[in-house]
T-cell receptor, first 113, second 112 residues
């Protein structure tokens, strides 16, 4: 049982490049979330998903897109990366009916030059 | 939607002292209040939580208190140790999974 995993762990992009971050969970969790954490700051919700095939905007969705084609995977896409998107990205998942068991992935450190 | 304010943003204490971090929430329907600890370079980890049907919960040196009338809850750490140094985040949830919004975090430094 790997829990919540994130790919890649680190990435450096140039302004304007695109990339996709993958969050995968093997716990059959219903709900999944993408957060960003800037240096010295808190966690801000980007997008979330309450089930396969559904996504919704969080606090800071601009510049990002997401997809949940499979229940176990939640993808975060940057179509045209900007330096302001330099951050650590955390994915989290929660099983149905158990908000008290939010599991976080290890994070992806993204730098946009 | 829910709005969570967390204070202080930084807290510095001497080893053995107590530390208190407070969060205020806006949605009176919120009924679940967890606290997370994040060590440098690591993911957030749940350390304690409380539900709205109780006023206080303890787990060894940490405790959480809830005041539903005033809509605030607090994390209390007693006999602080250097390994308590981390960033602590609160969260208030109404049981829905739609938006889980964290407080801005408190950076706690425990000095030997």
């Amino acid at each position: 049982n790997a829990g919540v995993t994130q790919t890649p762990k680190f990435r450096v992009l140039k302004t304007g490049q695109s990339m996709t971050l993958l969050c995968a969970q093997d716990m059959n969790h219903e709900y999944m979330y993408w957060y960003r954490q800037d240096p010295g700051m808190g966690l801000r919700l980007i997008h979330y998903s309450v089930g396969e095939g559904t996504t919704a905007k969080g606090e800071v969705p601009d510049g990002y897109n997401v997809s949940r084609l499979k229940k176990q995977n939640f993808l975060l896409g940057l179509e045209s990366a900007a330096p302001s998107q330099t951050s650590v990205y955390f994915c989290a998942s929660i099983p149905r009916g158990a908000v008290d068991t939010q599991y976080f992935g290890p994070g992806t450190r993204l730098t946009v030059l | 939607g829910e709005n969570v304010e967390q204070h202080p943003s930084t807290l510095s204490v001497q080893e053995g002292d107590s530390a208190v971090i407070k969060c205020t929430y806006s949605d009176s329907a919120s009924n679940y209040f967890p606290w997370y600890k994040q060590e440098l370079g690591k993911r957030p980890q749940l350390i304690i939580d409380i539900r709205s049907n109780v006023g206080e919960k303890k787990d060894q040196r940490i405790a959480v208190t809830l005041n539903k009338t005033a809509k605030h809850f607090s994390l209390h750490i007693t006999e602080t140790q250097p390994e308590d140094s981390a960033v602590y985040f609160c969260l208030a949830s109404s049981g829905g999974y739609n938006k889980l919004i964290f407080g801005a975090g408190t950076r706690l430094a425990v000095h030997p």
